[in-house]
């Protein structure tokens, strides 16, 4: 009997989320592609609020985190979705870099005041390249790159660098890879 609750409240929690990812949504897993051995071939996935390598998820395709696309249709750009459509990457920060975070129902109410913040802005290439509409003004978006860099808590994060603004950690060049897969299980 006990198994039989614990088996439906496990089924009444994990339909919510199932029902919010729209049918025949494409899943995709997020991958780093770098010069340097150590920043190549690490799976993202996100937890609490932060997306990166964590040390038990970012060596394969399998533990790594699932995420599904939809179409932003005012700028034809894409929304990266983690579990469900709550969910939502995002790239947010000071100083030159925009971190890749997850955010919960981001819009312009949810976003810290003075905290430069863009959702919905990505774009898959032919080769899974992952790239951003980039509304910045003059040369400034032909110099932005994704970078990678490796933090106290043993995490490698990612993030929009400006190109030009000095920061006080290192970081390294990456591209940013999207891998279709199967629907999480």
């Not at 592609?33 to 920043?39: E, F, M, P, Q, Y």
């Not at 947010?92 to 919960?104: F, P």
């Amino acid at each position: 009997m006990k198994s039989a609750l614990l088996l439906a409240a496990v089924a009444g929690l994990l339909a919510p989320v199932l029902a919010d990812v729209p049918a025949g949504a494409q899943w995709y897993t997020l991958k780093t592609k770098a010069k340097i051995n150590t920043l190549s071939n690490q799976y993202l996935t996100s937890q609490n609020g932060k997306i990166g390598g964590f040390a038990s998820t970012r060596s394969a395709p399998s533990p790594a985190g699932k995420f599904f696309t939809s179409t932003y249709e005012g700028t034809k750009t894409l929304s990266f979705h983690f579990g469900n459509d709550t969910h939502q990457a995002a790239l947010s920060g000071k100083g030159g870099v925009l971190d890749l975070i997850d955010m919960e129902n981001p819009s312009a109410e949810t976003v810290p005041a003075g905290v430069p913040t863009e959702w919905s802005v990505f774009t898959i290439g032919q080769g899974g390249e992952v790239g951003v509409k980039d509304w910045a003004e003059g040369d400034i978006a032909a110099r932005r790159k994704w970078i990678m860099w490796l933090e106290t808590d043993g995490v490698y994060y990612v993030g929009l660098w400006d190109g030009v603004t000095l920061q006080p950690r290192s970081f390294a060049n990456i591209t940013l890879i999207a891998e279709k897969t199967t629907p999480p299980s």
